[in-house]
């Protein structure tokens, strides 16, 4: 077994790309057998569950939503706040009585958490019913690891820092909107966060690729793609021949895809030509998440974040002039090591400069080897909740504001399938990311229609459909 190493991850290397050769491995063990999959994290995790399941249908195992009738159950897991890790670990407890019923069932847990060799090392020694432990690295070996496995529990947890894999199969969960990576892992080493060990160093895929996959998404009619990245701004600085963001997003929107997302953009990495070609491009979407953190220059030095309040809102203030009607949502921190009552009230006033059209939000959790995790804590976590609390009321607050705005205009949206609350509604989301629940035949689903905004709320707004 062979974790990631921080000295290591910050090394730079040269990209080696590596083309995989798809093969059939439909197996007679498998065939028919059912899985179920449980995905926490962000939408990284989402995607890679995507291809998870493509390895795992390749060998002939059929998706079921319900866990008690699956042959195998895989958890992608996440790592980034303790909760996270908690939850994990509860859902195990589940599984033990599962497998006590049947002894036959298979239970492999990959994402982010094996990256840590603390973690391993617990599933390991106190949970020993687990037969398969992967990592993030090597989910395009899935198949053959399932295909392999000889021993009682295997764990094939590893990572060939300079890889990045091509060929690989999806199964996309939606037939109008994909996700498509750019880069994997992330550089900033940020002090408090885990994703630069679990995912490791920065590597981008080649444009041409990238491309290619945008292209064929095309004409198989997809209308949207979300480029992802840890750190999407960044992209393609670790190539041989460095690409800028800001050109990958130009080439996407020149495929003629309807619409361009991309997620997780660093301030620190937001140039002058990007805010210029999401200005000029129809189809690059006026919506940028921008992690904010906080608002105290001081706090954000500790937390490593390379920008201080006052270029933050430089950059916000940009935004917002060049790109007609942006949408800005963030993340934020609060209760990070040391943080005082007037840092935090710093990190309110960004709030009511900014107005965010959205905002999450999260306590400070520490995470076994960042450099925050040993940095000196002594406010109450009755304070932290607190301030949580008082942070949730104001970014709510403008949530509801941005989405009053819409009152009454119509706005385009893609709408993408059937409300969840309401089977007699179906969903979609505007240019700029708000989610519109409105009355409309489902044969709307995958077209992007004009809908007229009636009601709003802090998380979502209503419409009707209008003519054009
Ligand atoms: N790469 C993205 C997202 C990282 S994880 C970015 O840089 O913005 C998503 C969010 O989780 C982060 O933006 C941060 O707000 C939060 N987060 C990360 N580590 C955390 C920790 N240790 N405690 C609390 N929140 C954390
Ligand atoms: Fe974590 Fe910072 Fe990288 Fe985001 S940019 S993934 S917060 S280290
Ligand atoms: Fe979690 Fe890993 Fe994503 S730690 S947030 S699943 S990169």
């Not at 498998?30 to 060998?59: P, W």
């Not at 239970?107 to 990592?135: N, R, S, W």
């Not at 009454?408 to 708000?434: F, H």
């Amino acid at each position: 077994m062979n974790l990631p190493d921080m000295k290591e991850a910050k090394k730079r290397g040269e990209n080696h790309t590596k083309y995989v050769r798809q093969e059939n491995l439909v197996s007679k063990a498998f065939l028919g057998k059912r899985y179920f999959i449980r995905t926490y994290g962000c939408q990284m995790n989402v995607h890679d569950s995507e291809e998870i399941c493509a390895c795992v249908e390749n060998l002939g195992f059929i998706k079921t939503e319900d866990m008690q009738e699956a042959d195998l159950v895989i958890l992608n897991t996440c790592a980034i706040r303790e909760n996270a890790h908690d939850k994990v670990f509860g859902y195990l407890g589940r599984l033990k009585h599962l497998k006590r019923e049947k002894p036959d069932l298979m239970i492999a847990i990959g994402g982010c958490m094996p990256q840590q060799e603390d973690v391993t090392e617990e599933i390991c020694k106190h949970h020993p019913y687990v037969d398969l432990v992967f990592g993030t690295h090597n989910i395009h070996d899935l198949g053959r690891l399932l295909l392999e496995k000889k021993r009682k529990q295997e764990v094939d947890v590893y990572s060939i820092e300079g890889d990045v894999y091509e060929n690989v199969l999806y199964k996309r969960d939606s037939h109008i909107t994909a996700w498509v990576n750019t880069m994997y892992g992330c550089d900033k080493f940020c002090t408090y966060c885990i994703v630069p060990y679990t995912r490791g160093r920065q590597r981008s895929r080649k444009m041409e690729d990238i491309l290619l996959e945008v292209e064929d998404l095309v004409k198989q009619g997809y209308q949207e793609v979300t480029l992802l990245g840890q750190n999407v701004n960044a992209y393609g600085k670790d190539l041989e021949v460095p690409v800028s963001f800001a050109t990958l997003l130009e080439k996407v929107s020149k495929t003629g895809i309807s619409r361009v997302r991309f997620v997780t953009s660093h301030p620190w990495d937001f140039t002058d030509e990007m805010i210029d070609i999401i200005a000029k491009y129809d189809n690059i979407m006026p919506y940028i998440h921008l992690p904010l953190q906080s608002g105290s220059s001081r706090i954000l030095k500790l937390m490593g974040r390379r920008y201080t309040k006052e270029e933050y809102l430089s950059l916000f203030q940009k935004m917002k002039e060049r790109i007609s009607g942006v949408a800005i949502t963030t993340d934020i921190i609060v209760g990070f090591p040391g943080e005082t009552e007037s840092d935090f009230e710093e990190t309110l006033d960004v709030v009511n400069t900014c107005q965010f059209d959205g905002a999450y939000t999260f306590i400070f959790s520490p995470r076994a080897g960042t450099p925050a995790s040993k940095m000196k804590d002594e406010t109450d976590l009755s304070i932290k909740e607190e301030r949580l609390h008082r942070l949730n009321e104001l970014v709510n607050h403008y949530s509801l504001q941005n989405n009053q705005a819409y009152l009454g205009k119509k706005v385009p949206v893609l709408v993408q399938g059937v409300s969840e609350k309401d089977p007699n509604k179906i969903y979609g989301y505007t240019d700029t990311m708000k989610l519109v629940n409105f009355s409309a035949s489902k044969e709307m689903i995958g077209r992007i229609i004009p809908v007229l905004i009636t009601d709003a709320k802090s998380f979502s707004l209503d419409g009707e459909i209008v003519s054009d």
